[in-house]
């Protein structure tokens, strides 16, 4: 399987935002990617009051501005879209659901994933967030069937709870998937590690596709999008900027790696 992540540096406006998107989409696409994911916040970066009113209904039937910018690039280059992160309506209007969704080539939303673990934290630099004021909690894991392969979703702050990622592979994962908008504070030191972590401890691919550099309200994000493989080596990183990194995955590998260190077998609870 091909596979692209897609960095953006996402701000407050969604018709530009999604453009871009878009944009990135193609070019995963002509490097030959079959599954493209882009990060968090794909289509909006900024302030709360905002993103409640641009916050929409999943509804396949009919679908709103920021399904529809993603459900058309993946019919328009015949690949699945996983797109990380997205303010998804539900009865709290004022705590819309961070919400990742997964589309096939038909442009269908196959499967949805809610992000459970919200990130209320205030950091030593200053940085300071409270995710739980703004957004409603899921609490589902959540696996989706791509290209034959059983891929499980996060959202990043998730990447902190490895029991997460248990159920996901308890569930058949084979790759997961951490679309993030990292602080810059935490992704310079934890980044890496906590990804390289959950690709080894599981035996799976990670994907995990970031925002980078500067959005409104003051935050700065890391990047350095990255696949990483089952032994925890990163194949492919994105540098500066906006861009995609595309790597194959190699499951025969992923069973050499599970067969010769069966610690998945070896589990007591």
């Not at 530009?16 to 990617?33: D, E, F, P, Q, T």
């Not at 934290?121 to 696996?143: K, N």
């Not at 900027?241 to 992923?254: C, H, K, M, P, S």
Request: aromatic fraction near 8%; include cysteine.
């Amino acid at each position: 399987m091909l596979v692209a992540v897609v960095q953006l540096n996402c701000q407050d406006n969604v018709a530009a935002n999604l453009a871009r998107a878009r944009h990135w989409v193609a070019r995963s696409a002509a490097a030959g990617a079959k599954l493209v994911v882009l990060p968090e916040n794909f289509a909006f970066m900024g302030e709360e009051a905002v993103k409640r009113e641009v916050a929409e209904r999943i509804d396949r039937a009919r679908p709103g501005p920021i399904v529809s910018a993603i459900a058309e690039a993946a019919v328009a280059h015949g690949v699945w879209v996983i797109g990380g992160g997205m303010p998804e309506q539900n009865d709290d209007p004022a705590r819309p659901y961070n919400t990742s969704i997964v589309v096939d080539p038909s442009g269908a939303v196959v499967r949805t994933y809610r992000k459970v673990h919200l990130f209320d934290v205030a950091l030593a630099d200053g940085t300071s967030a409270c995710e739980t004021a703004s957004t409603t909690p899921g609490s589902e894991a959540v696996t989706a069937e791509v290209l034959g392969v059983r891929v499980g979703l996060s959202i990043c702050y998730d990447l902190r709870f490895p029991e997460l990622y248990r159920r996901l592979v308890d569930q058949g994962a084979r790759v997961v998937t951490v679309p993030a908008a990292f602080t810059l504070t935490t992704g310079k030191d934890h980044w890496h590690p906590l990804l390289r972590a959950r690709a080894i401890e599981n035996q799976v691919y990670v994907l995990a596709p970031g925002q980078h550099g500067k959005h409104p309200r003051n935050r700065q994000t890391y990047g350095k999008s990255v696949v990483i493989d089952p032994w925890g080596e990163v194949i492919a990183q994105c540098s500066e900027g906006e861009g995609y990194a595309v790597a194959r995955l190699d499951f025969e590998y992923q069973d050499r790696v599970r067969s010769s260190l069966p610690s998945l077998l070896h589990r007591k609870w």
